[in-house]
């Protein structure tokens, strides 16, 4: 089972979404791999790993995170991902 599901909508390009949604993900020394349909990434956060995956469905980033440390809320990943997007 899944530790999270969450929906980011989007106005625009999925590329200049999934473009941000990248640089954030790298920004943190993580990988970021997939199109504009769908894909996955990892990255570390306190010595632990964020891992899910992603798919777009007509103006949302739908996203499903795998694996997370416990201590670490899915609103605090999904508030951190919103931001890096929006900005």
Known sequence: MAACNFSIPFS??????LAKAKAAVQK???????DTNSG????????NTVAGSYTVVNSNLDIVIDSKPFLV??????G???SQIAG
């Open 80 to 82: 951190f991902l919103k």
């Open 12 to 17: 625009g390009e999925a590329t200049s979404v």
């Open 73 to 78: 809320p899915c609103s605090a990943i999904e």
């Open 40 to 47: 996955n990434f990892s990255v570390n956060v306190f010595g």
């Open 28 to 34: 943190q020394g993580g990988n970021f791999e997939g």
